[in-house]
């Protein structure tokens, strides 16, 4: 076997941008002790007025062939002790390097109107990324602020890659900030920077929704966009209000709240729980009709169930997932790295208290490095397929492909 990966992560809040840049250069250069092949930045919006100079001061004081990031309203990383911290709304920079050996890093840059068309070939998706299905690419992606794009760029990568993991975010800003992206040497303001990796590695990822569901699956009878008109043949609104009266006094609080709705991602599964169902909001209602609009698609004959979430629900939702994962035979090799991606609806505005999805995450996968940004969306593989997520904390967990 070849020569280990490494992975570093160094994360600064030091209110000066050079300052906080030589800090976790120093650090993170320190910590991997071997030349980097790859860097990951991420910089949060208290510096948004000096976007335009983080790339410029990095190439100063550090030399990797690929080097790409985002900004953030909060950003994920390591502190001098070694305990994983997440930073909301304050000045903070987090830097992860990694040495990646027997692995071929891929780098791109893509805006909206440069994506094939969704019914092209596969063919068109792998000459735009530039890297062939046979390498079996896994993908870590951070977007700017236009959904329509990024979801065609994910339905055109699972469509070229099938089996690939695509994983990543979209780039936060504070209220009304600008966001920017991060490649080699350059700033955008939109599109999406990523890179594909192949060979020596395999990305794993964990994507925790927060939710849990109530009631039972209903089947969609009728539909039209994003509308559901008829579900078991029965008035939507009614199917919802009977749901609510039978609920404890509780769950009939979460559900006046934060009530979403699951869609079944297996159509033929006869039992459905915690896991099976890709959530997304629920964003509103037509009294008169009695129709229900979410956010997403939605066709004839698929399956869903209403959900809701609080801290509790997404606490327990993100320990049983790590539970699955740990449990799994086939997790084999020690695990070198961890991205976080999480929304800017959890953190200490959901929990409370700071720091809760890491070091949850790091009381079941110890003693590596774990960084990553609060996102706008998160980017994760839900039954097969990948989604933008809402609400939702995506963990990529890289490792060679054996010891």
Known sequence: MSDKMRWANALSTRPSLEAAITDVVEKATSLLAVPADLGLVFISSAFTSEYSRLMPLLAEKLSVPVLIGCSASGVIGMTKSGVSQELEAEPALSLTLAYLPDVEIEPFHLIAEELPDLDSSPDEWVDLINVSPSSKPQFILFAGHDPAGINDLLQGLDFAYPGSVTIGGQASSSIGGRVALFYQDRLYREGTVGIALSGNII???????????????????????????????????????????????????????????????????????????????????DPSAGALAIGDRVRRGQRLQFHIRDARTSASDLELLLEQYQSQPD?????????????????????GKPNFDSELFRRYIKDIPLAGFFCSGEIGPVGGNTFLHGFTSVFGICRQTGE
């Open 203 to 285: 990305l794993e990822s964990i994507v925790a929704q927060g939710c849990r569901p109530i009631g039972q699956p209903y089947q969609i009878t009728k539909g039209d966009s994003n509308i559901i008109l008829e579900l078991d043949r029965q008035v939507p609104l009614i199917v919802l209000r009977d749901l609510i009266d039978s609920l404890t006094e509780e769950e009939r609080v979460l559900a006046q709240n934060s009530l979403y709705v699951g869609v079944a991602m297996d159509e033929f599964k006869s039992s459905l729980g915690r896991g099976d169902f890709l959530v997304r909001r629920l964003l509103g209602v």
């Open 331 to 351: 997790n084999k090799g020690q695990a070198a790295c961890a991205l976080m991606f999480s929304c800017l609806g959890r953190g200490e505005g959901l929990y």
